[in-house]
């Protein structure tokens, strides 16, 4: 079997990336098309998966049963064992066929040498797994794999939730899809996927959603081509809801890649809507989302916070700022976060969260409303940003948010898992009039 074949190589050597900093999404995507099975594909997306989810616990593990430290430049064999351990304890594999397949994978490394270590390390792990996984759980950063920092946050912020956030955080999401209501009902829609075999449920908290019972390939999901339907999870879909646009209205998406609330704004009404983005190589993706559902937008390049490069100076009916955060709310679907963030990040985004908000305040009308939102947990980017902001700014008032998540200061929190849902952190603002 040679190594570009090989599933559990390719996560290795992924992984070992993702940990050195690369996203866990780039990596998959740069990797998964040396693979034509569907099933090797699969599999390599539940390694990585697990494997960012649980490297805090693992890799602590392995540091445990090595008898010497593997140099930098063996970081994929590093990866290989934790991998290794994952399929024995996250992915309940048969023991014999994950050691026997980690070893195999050594040697397509073009490592055999380490082939007999590999197979060492992982049975030694099998014969003193309850000493072992004792040791871990005696540390609330290697029991609940999430680095310290963040278990501190969550301890002075949400103390009586911090256990079902930890949790939540590491069991996967299930799949969202939101119904293109221009192109089909959400009852008609959910009739095709019946039809095709793909069970699903549709909840009562998000008009246009399903959440299927199990994940698929959504590409290959009846109506894709045509525009049926998007990715999206429920918590993400109440924005527009809440931003509540009405026909005619001048509307602003001020941090719109890659376009789902974009979508959702113009599916939901005839507006006159400008999706600006920071980054302009992440537009053709916003462009090519919308045209896949039969929408058009005013696509622009632009920082928000600085609104003279790009705003022609007619003030906008709403505006939604899902701003840049430390998306603490979505590790159960992005679990490289628990290895990329770090705690000095968060003043460093809650200043630039504040200043968007500041800069975009000017741009909208008398009587309009903002939608401030994230996919933080964190009270600095939530409740304590918005309450900086309405001292700040005399002529603007929180409104309530319809929804019954937990209050958070003027806003609304959802936290991971609750209703189905990601964490997602939304305040409505009002200009007085």
């Not at 989810?53 to 063996?74: H, K, N, S, Y």
């Not at 290794?84 to 040697?107: I, K, N, T």
């Not at 290697?142 to 949400?158: G, K, N």
């Amino acid at each position: 079997m040679i190594a570009e074949s090989n599933p559990r190589v390719l996560a290795a050597r992924a992984l070992a990336g993702i940990v050195a900093g690369q996203s866990l999404r780039a990596a998959f995507a740069q990797t998964a098309p040396a693979l034509r099975d569907g099933r090797d594909r699969a599999l390599l997306s539940a390694l990585l998966h697990d494997g960012a989810r649980w490297w805090l616990r693992f890799d602590a593990a392995v540091d445990g049963l090595l008898e010497r430290p593997l140099r930098e430049r063996d970081a994929d064999v590093r990866a290989l064992l934790v991998l290794g351990l994952v399929q024995l304890e996250s992915m309940r594999m048969d023991a014999y066929a994950a050691v026997a397949a980690s070893v195999d994978a050594a040697r397509a490394l073009r490592k055999p040498g380490f082939a007999g270590l590999v197979n060492a390390v992982l049975r030694r792990w099998l014969r003193e797994r309850e000493a072992r996984l004792a040791i871990l759980d005696q540390d609330a950063a290697t029991r609940t794999a999430h680095p310290r920092w963040f278990i501190e946050s969550l301890a002075r912020d949400w103390p009586q939730r911090i256990d079902a956030i930890l949790a939540a955080n590491n069991a996967p999401a299930p799949l969202w899809l939101r119904v293109n209501r221009r192109r089909i009902s959400r009852t008609d829609f959910a009739a095709q996927l019946a039809a095709a075999g793909v069970a699903c449920r549709a909840p009562d908290d998000a008009r246009d959603a399903l959440i299927l019972d199990a994940s698929h390939d959504v590409t290959a999901l009846p109506g894709y081509a045509d525009g049926a339907f998007s990715v999206q999870d429920g918590a993400a879909q109440l924005a527009a809801t809440l931003l509540d646009a009405r026909p005619g209205q001048r509307v602003l998406d001020a941090c719109a890649a890659p376009g789902g609330k974009s979508a959702h704004i113009l599916e939901t009404a005839d507006v006159a809507l400008t999706a600006l983005d920071s980054d302009m190589h992440r537009l053709p993706r916003l462009r090519e989302n919308l045209a896949r559902l039969g929408l058009h937008a005013d696509v622009r390049a632009g920082d928000a916070a600085h609104p003279r490069d790009w705003w022609d100076g007619k003030p906008f009916d709403r505006i939604l700022l899902d701003a840049p955060c430390s998306a603490t709310g979505i590790i159960r679907r992005q679990p490289d976060v628990k290895l990329h963030r770090r705690a000095d990040d968060i003043p460093a985004l809650a200043a630039t969260q504040a200043r968007l908000l500041d800069a975009l305040w000017p741009l909208l009308e008398r009587g309009g409303r903002l939608v401030y939102a994230t996919c933080s947990v964190l009270a600095d980017e939530n409740a304590n940003q918005v309450a900086a902001f309405l001292q700040r700014h005399a002529d603007a008032r929180a409104v309530a948010p319809p929804l019954s998540w937990h209050a958070a200061g003027t806003g609304m929190q959802n936290l991971p898992g609750e209703s189905g849902m990601d964490g997602f952190f939304y305040a409505v603002l009002e200009k007085i009039d």
